[in-house]
């Protein structure tokens, strides 16, 4: 019998078990167990190369954002109106069949933005392209689930469903539940506060499904079941999605307000152009990349092409942005002066563990050369310091 048919079973004898104390230990089980299989789905097949022909799309830029949805939502028209790039759109389903990238140059960063074969129920166990998709909207750091605002009721909780079934987390942070295996010693099972949702024998009975006899498990929040095996798994990918409700145009006024106040939710009109900044703003803020300019000695900082930072992939301190630069940078490194947010003054004297912020200014002082103008004090004789400069003085060249 296959993965899926097993999957399907196990699922069916949970819908028919009554839920109550004395059968929760055994819907514990089953849900280890359909956890289990779906990972085994997830294996790629034997001596398969990753995603699948026209799925093999290298990185580029500053950060990749997939776009995900039921056919002829409008995600290839999106692509088009956002890049540089023409997806073909048209209103048949499945007009697009690979993964087109295009390019999304936005506040001094280029940012990959992914258009992908629409996905269907089913598809994490294998139903059209869906196991390809899935697994290239994994490889981004943000996902926009595009919803046809017009009949999206259903839709969203389908696809978080399948997302999930792959062992995506949409907007939500990993559970705090502290695990670890051991090589012997049993296993011990504590919490820092009143647990209403697993108890130790629930625990146990999980980690045995998991084979597992010696671990050291302890809760830090009344977390579930679920909870639990995505912590086993540990194969989970936690990531921000923004829901796109597009077509608003053939949609009444209050509904359209209805959806747009959901929270990390943008109604837009591809055709009628309505609203794409407000998604570039938020997808911007999703994606959490920071922008530091550098000042090389006595001139003025560079404008136009940031170290872009990201906190999730690497982190934002002095360091993180020296080894951009390059490698061997750190070990020359005096002290640097940042301006901007993130300094108490402009310019403070900072070390490696610096954490910096977006659109500061730093320049690197390395250990043989001497300061720019002298000491720090001297420094403030130059008037022109820049502090946090706002987009429309940049375009004005500072007085030097
Ligand atoms: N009314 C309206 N139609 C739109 C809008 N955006 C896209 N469409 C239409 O919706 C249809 C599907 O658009 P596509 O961009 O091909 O959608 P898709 O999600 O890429 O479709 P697949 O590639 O098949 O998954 C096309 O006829 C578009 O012209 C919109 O904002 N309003
Ligand atoms: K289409
Ligand atoms: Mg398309």
Not at 186 to 191: E, L, Q, R, V, Y
Not at 314 to 343: M, P, Q
Request: aromatic share 6%.
């Amino acid at each position: 019998m296959g993965i899926v048919e097993r999957i399907k079973e196990i699922e069916a004898e949970m819908a028919r078990t009554q839920k109550n104390k004395a059968t929760e230990y055994h819907l514990g089980q089953l849900k280890a167990k359909i956890a289990k299989l779906r990972t085994q789905l997830l294996e790629p097949p034997k001596g398969s190369s990753g995603a699948g022909e026209g799925f093999e799309v290298t990185k580029f830029g500053h950060g990749r954002v997939a776009l995900i949805g039921f056919p002829s939502v409008g995600k290839s028209t999106l692509l088009t109106m956002l890049t540089g790039t023409h997806s073909e759109a048209a209103s048949y389903e499945f007009t697009t069949l690979t993964c087109i990238p295009g390019i999304i140059h936005y506040n001094d960063t280029k940012i990959q933005l992914l258009d992908l074969p629409g996905i269907i129920e089913g598809a994490s166990e294998g139903k059209g392209r869906g196991r390809q998709v899935i697994a290239v909207s994994k490889s981004a750091d943000i996902v926009l689930m595009v919803l046809d605002a017009s009949k999206s009721e259903g839709h969203r909780q389908i696809l978080t469903k399948e997302l999930e079934a792959v062992g995506l987390r949409l907007n939500k942070r990993p559970p705090q539940i502290y695990f670890k295996k051991k090589k012997t010693g049993g296993i011990s099972f504590n919490s820092t506060l009143h647990l209403t949702h697993v108890d130790e024998k629930l625990c146990y009975q999980i980690l045995h499904e998991y084979k597992i006899h010696n671990a050291e498990v302890l809760f830090r929040e009344d977390a579930t079941v679920d909870d639990l095996i995505d912590v086993i798994e540990g194969n989970r990918k936690y990531m921000k999605c923004i829901y796109v409700y597009n077509k608003i145009d053939v949609v009444g006024i209050d509904d359209v307000d209805r959806l747009a106040r959901q929270p990390n939710s943008v109604v837009i009109s591809c055709n009628m152009k309505l609203n794409l900044d407000r998604l570039l703003a938020k997808m911007w803020e999703a994606m959490g990349l920071v922008r530091i300019y550098t000042k090389p000695q006595g001139q003025q900082p560079d404008f136009t092409d940031p170290v872009v930072l990201s906190a999730d992939r690497g982190g934002c301190t002095v360091e993180d942005f020296c080894n951009h630069i390059h490698r061997s940078l750190v070990k020359d490194v005096k002290y640097v002066l940042v301006w901007g947010t993130s300094a108490r003054h402009s310019p403070q004297h900072c070390g490696l563990a610096q954490m910096l912020e977006d659109e500061d200014v730093v320049q690197i002082v390395k250990k043989k050369e001497k300061e720019d103008g002298g000491g720090r004090g001297r420094f403030k004789s130059h008037s022109n310091a820049p502090s946090r400069i706002s987009d429309r003085e940049k375009k004005a060249p500072l007085k030097t």
